[in-house]
């Protein structure tokens, strides 16, 4: 089986930082496009962030555009979130996921597009 691994969640306060990291054991994801997605208590799983092989473009929801920033280092096999500024509308379990077609798909088909899920990692947001 295929794994992707999520970790650097965790507890904060409004305003600070963390750093997700997705890892694979089994996957070299410099050749996959590789996105987060979130899902808040109650709430849908939304598209939160994409980004491409080969020509590293990023996408991003519009309400953590200039707050969030994916990258990836492809020595460390690893694709990263940094969230910035965050609030607690951000309280989320966070998903990695691999798609091996070079493109990010846009709106609720994002989902779908998916070949390969972590199993999450929870970031809450809370004074």
């Known amino acids: 089986q295929v794994r992707l691994v999520e970790s650097g969640g965790g507890l904060v306060q409004p305003g600070e930082s963390l750093r997700l990291s997705c890892e694979s054991p089994d996957l070299n994801l410099d050749t996959y496009s590789v996105a987060w997605f979130r899902q808040a208590p109650e709430k849908e799983r939304e598209g939160v962030s994409c980004?491409?092989?080969?020509?590293?473009?990023?996408y991003y929801l519009d309400s953590v555009k200039g707050r969030f920033t994916v990258s990836r280092d492809d020595a460390k096999n690893t694709v990263y979130l940094q969230m910035n500024a965050l609030q607690p509308d951000d309280t989320a379990v966070y998903y990695c996921?691999?798609?091996?077609?070079?493109?990010?798909?846009?709106?609720?088909?994002?989902?779908?597009?998916?070949?390969?899920w972590g199993k999450g990692t929870l970031v809450t947001v809370s004074v």
């Open positions: 996921a691999a798609d091996r077609a070079p493109v990010c798909v846009a709106g609720p088909a994002a989902e779908n597009a998916m070949d390969y």
């Open positions: 980004l491409t092989p080969g020509n590293g473009k990023t």
